[in-house]
């Protein structure tokens, strides 16, 4: 029997492994979007944490430690 998990709208969920293809695809889209819109060239190393929000679709939010 397959239990399923139901999400509740609106809230924010751990993405649990950040080294998935997709969370790649998605780092590198809006880094390239931001250096087009601000005329910078920023670079990334890594992904070390990130959330989705599940809405009409899935969101992304994506950040690092430093404080």
């Known amino acids: 029997m397959a239990i399923r998990r139901l999400r509740t709208f609106g809230g924010w969920k751990s993405i649990w492994d950040v080294d998935e293809s997709h969370i790649h695809d998605i ?3 809006a880094i390239s979007e931001h250096n087009q819109e601000t005329n910078e060239h920023l670079t990334w ?4 944490k990130g959330e989705t929000q599940l809405v009409t679709g899935l969101q992304y939010l994506a950040g690092d430690d430093h404080k």
């Open 27 to 29: 780092v590198v889209f």
């Open 45 to 48: 190393d890594k992904v070390v």
